[in-house]
């Protein structure tokens, strides 16, 4: 399975960005999707996460600013970047944690990572 992210590139404050994961290959179940960014010097953080159950999780710096949103297959995961900063620029990584078979153990997947810089 890979995970395809497009979406990132560079915007000015206050500006948006909206990001797209799609994963090729199949799962046979998905118990979470979201997006982590790891700025340079800094650890991979989570952004924004929705479970299988539909509730979704935010970190607090993007509360109110992006929204994860999933098609009801989860195929494909996107975060909606409103009003960014500065301090959002970062590589963003798209993340699946899912079974291939019914029998495999829950596994975590990435994404290449898609680069996201706010700047004037």
């Known amino acids: 399975v890979q995970l395809v992210e497009s979406g990132g590139g560079l915007v000015q404050p206050g500006g948006s960005l909206r990001l797209s994961c799609a994963a090729s290959g199949s799962f046979y179940s998905i118990h979470t999707m979201g997006w982590y960014r790891q700025a340079p010097g800094k650890q991979r953080d989570l952004v924004a996460a929705v479970t299988s159950d539909g509730s979704t999780n935010y970190d607090d710096s993007v509360k109110g600013r992006f929204t994860i949103s999933t098609d009801n297959d989860k195929n494909w995961v996107s975060l909606e970047m409103n009003s960014l900063k500065p301090e959002d620029t970062a590589v963003y990584y798209c993340?699946?944690?899912?079974?291939?078979?019914?029998?495999?153990?829950?596994?975590?997947?990435w994404g290449q990572g898609t680069q996201v810089t706010v700047s004037s």
């Open positions: 993340y699946v944690q899912g079974r291939r078979r019914a029998w495999a153990t829950l596994s975590d997947y």
